[in-house]
């Protein structure tokens, strides 16, 4: 047996053929499915780079003038972060947008500081975990490879961060995964992440806490929104016994990491960091009207799977985001957070969590 594997080790490997990647470095699978992002033609790239030249004459150079600019013109910020962020200028906008830029600057060695010196009880389990984080892209796929190890030090080191959160199976993987693969900056990530969990808004690290309390709210609030925009749809969904918890759970736990296409879930993530989880609600109300004739005929057993495994002409970002952005809810998010806390008898304790957060 050792001289057949000495001697398949003598012959010449044959040409390994090359990894078709696509532009945010996922392996392409040989037939394309109906509705993924195409190649994009000629006029798409010359679009692409106006954008980015915009996007540079905003930020300037390193992100040196985009406080300033931020302050003269944030509609136009706004505006342009909800038609997207161009992909080389994601990782550092994505920094600028949260204020994870000035906590990185403010707070130099922490991320070292925790990797190297600090234990994490999580750690275990954020080894075994680490493999199932997108196993096509190409950052991730070499085991223990130079993805995999970033992974595991972002994911260890927010842990001990933030202890309260620490590490949370398929949420921490997840979104440390999408902040890596956007930022290829470790330090920057966990800033970012720190963002994520805890400043998009008021108490928003109830998202991963024991319990998941803000998970709660926010399904509370996703069905009395459904029952007052899609009232039908509604309607249909207390006949056939179905309620947000069923469906739209890792919306809120991942902001869609698991639940969209990349190219789609990375807009969202855009106007996520900017505008916080308001576009979740606006996203998952722009999925149920945009299928709202069909979900509103089919029965349990069907409209469960429906509601898990969304069409793919439903995926295109600039059908379903210009939809989400046309959806109104804030007067309906407080109306509802009122009435949750009212009913759940949270509203002093929530309140004074907020003011600590301020």
């Not at 069909?294 to 379903?320: G, Q, S, V, Y």
Request: aromatic share 12%.
């Amino acid at each position: 047996m050792d001289n057949k594997l000495e001697e398949d080790d003598d012959h010449e490997p044959g040409p390994v053929p090359p990894l078709r990647l696509d532009r945010f470095g996922f392996l392409k699978p040989e037939v394309s499915p109906q509705g993924l992002a195409k190649s994009r033609s000629a006029f798409e790239y010359e679009r692409e780079e106006r954008r980015v030249r915009k996007w540079r004459k905003m930020i300037g150079v390193g992100g040196s003038d985009w406080k300033h600019y931020f302050r003269r013109k944030p509609h136009v910020v706004k505006r342009r972060i909800r038609k997207g962020i161009p992909d080389c200028l994601r990782g550092l906008v994505w920094q600028l947008i949260s204020g994870s830029r000035d906590l990185l600057l403010m707070n130099p060695g922490v991320y070292e500081q925790l990797v190297i010196y600090e234990t994490s009880a999580s750690e275990l389990d954020i080894i075994r975990d680490i493999s199932r984080t997108f196993p096509s892209h190409i950052f991730f796929q070499q085991r223990h490879g130079p993805g995999q190890r970033s992974l595991y030090n972002v994911l260890k080191a927010y842990s001990v961060f933030d202890r309260e959160v620490g590490y949370v199976q398929n949420a921490g993987n997840g979104i440390s995964g999408w902040s890596l693969t956007s930022l290829y900056e470790r330090r920057g990530c966990i800033l970012v992440i720190s963002r994520i969990t805890q400043r998009s808004s008021p108490c928003t690290n109830g998202r991963f806490i024991s319990g998941l309390p803000l998970v709660q709210q926010y399904l509370f609030q996703l069905d009395q929104l459904v029952k007052e925009h899609l009232p039908k749809l509604g309607e249909h969904f207390s006949q056939e016994m179905i309620n947000p918890s069923m469906y739209a759970s890792q919306w809120f736990i991942t902001v869609f990491s698991y639940s969209f296409p990349f190219h789609l879930a990375l807009r969202i993530w855009d106007v996520f960091l900017y505008e916080g989880v308001r576009i979740v609600f606006k996203v998952g109300l722009a999925l149920l009207k945009y299928c709202h004739d069909d979900l509103t005929k089919l029965p349990f057993e069907k409209l469960i799977h429906a509601l898990r495994n969304f069409p793919d002409d439903a995926m295109n970002p600039d059908t379903l985001l210009p939809l989400a952005y046309s959806i109104k809810v804030s007067r309906g998010l407080e109306e509802t957070k009122q009435e949750y806390e009212k009913k759940n008898g949270k509203e002093g304790k929530s309140q004074e969590i907020e003011k600590q957060l301020e």
